[in-house]
């Protein structure tokens, strides 16, 4: 079955390096959506794509982070200069739109650690 | 701050009983509820959703209940299974006819003894 794969599962990175981590959703799905989760935390928002609009990024943290996708196929999600506090498992989830009954599909996750 | 909260880390229930899981929000503007579960080392994956304009939604074992004054709703599972052991997020949405993204609690890990 083709569901939301990511990759690499897992990432280990020093302090200040640079990290591209990928998404690749169901096809078909226009929308594609990146939450991280904190050890102990609640999934928080990063950043969505919906077909050709521009993406919403009101939930990146700070100017290190962007993402970008190509049509609506494969996504990467950048983050510069890692910080410790960056670690987490960095979710990317898809779904066919986004109205309210467009399931969100969630891939298994990339557990980054900084050191 | 929380706009979604789940004050429960963790629930244990015996199997054949029945769990409630419990969630709160804040932010009247959210008129769309999720549940997902989330077994380790997988991504979560959609369980039941709930709109505001509705105060039940039943899907075979779960069911969902949302109570707009008290910005509560709870889920309900019966009778629990084993199997029904993992974390579960409360999640909502702003809505207006689009998802978005989604408002994530921080999830209550339920543990089904046999």
């Known amino acids: 079955g083709a569901g939301v794969s990511q990759s690499p599962s897992n990432k280990v990175t020093e302090k200040g390096k640079d990290v591209e981590l990928r998404c690749d959703p169901i096809s078909g799905h226009t929308a594609l959506y990146w939450y991280r989760q904190r050890l102990g935390q609640g999934l928080e928002f990063l950043i969505y794509?919906?077909?050709?609009?521009?993406?919403?990024k009101s939930g990146l943290p700070s100017d290190r982070f962007s993402a970008e996708r190509t049509g609506e196929s494969v996504s990467t999600l950048t983050i510069q200069r890692t910080q410790q506090e960056d670690s987490a498992v960095y979710l990317c989830a898809s779904s066919r739109g986004t109205s309210r009954t467009d399931t969100q599909y969630f891939g298994p996750g990339t557990r980054l650690t900084v050191l | 701050d929380q706009q979604v909260k789940q004050n429960s880390p963790s629930l244990s229930v015996q199997e054949g009983r029945i769990s409630i899981l419990n969630c709160d929000y804040t932010n009247s503007m959210f008129d769309y509820f999720l549940w997902y579960k989330k077994y380790p080392a997988e991504g979560p994956t959609f369980l039941i959703s709930?709109?505001?304009?509705?105060d039940k939604n039943e899907d075979g074992r779960f069911t969902v209940f949302l109570n707009k004054s008290a910005k509560h709703l709870s889920l309900h599972i019966v009778p629990s299974q084993p199997g029904d052991s993992a974390v579960y997020f409360c999640a909502a949405s702003l809505g207006g006819g689009s998802q978005g993204n989604l408002i994530f609690g921080k999830g209550t890990k339920l543990s089904v003894k046999p």
């Open positions: 709930i709109s505001s304009i509705k």
């Open positions: 794509f919906q077909g050709n609009s521009a993406p919403d």
